[in-house]
């Protein structure tokens, strides 16, 4: 059987730290952008916000109005889903509306863009990352 002064001492002794480690300090690797940076392009198009970022946006100017003594984001956030959560479907279409439509034209863009790219316009070499 295991006593507490016998657990006490075997955890002591793992966290203690190792006192044959070298203490030079370590050089700072280069931080280099990601293969992901490197590929994608500055006039690539950015996703639209979901249904609920559409709601956010709304629910906040609205909420601020009727909470002037509320700054928190934290507490903004929380009363927006709770809301969102409380509404019905139909309270939400018109949010779902406005999201399909900005993903229509991320698509439209989204084809240009890749349209653009594979006939060269946009070159690699241009990119600031190198």
């Excluded at 709304?58 to 959560?85: H, L, Y």
Aim: proline share 5%; glycine share 4%; hydrophobic share 25%.
């Amino acid at each position: 059987m295991e006593t507490r002064a016998k657990r006490a001492k075997t955890t002591e002794t793992a966290t203690k730290p190792r006192k044959d480690a070298s203490k030079k300090p370590k050089a700072k690797a280069k931080s280099k952008p990601s293969s992901s940076a490197k590929n994608d392009h500055r006039d690539k198009p950015k996703k639209p916000p979901t249904a609920f970022f559409y709601f956010l946006e709304d629910f906040r100017k609205t909420f601020q109005q009727e909470n002037p003594n509320v700054k928190s984001m934290r507490d903004i956030g929380k009363a927006c889903g709770e809301k969102w959560k409380t509404m019905s479907f139909e309270e939400k279409v018109a949010y779902y509306d406005i999201a399909t439509e900005k993903r229509a034209e991320f698509e439209k863009a989204m084809a240009a863009y890749i349209k653009r790219k594979e006939s060269g316009e946009l070159s690699e070499g241009s990119d600031d990352y190198e």
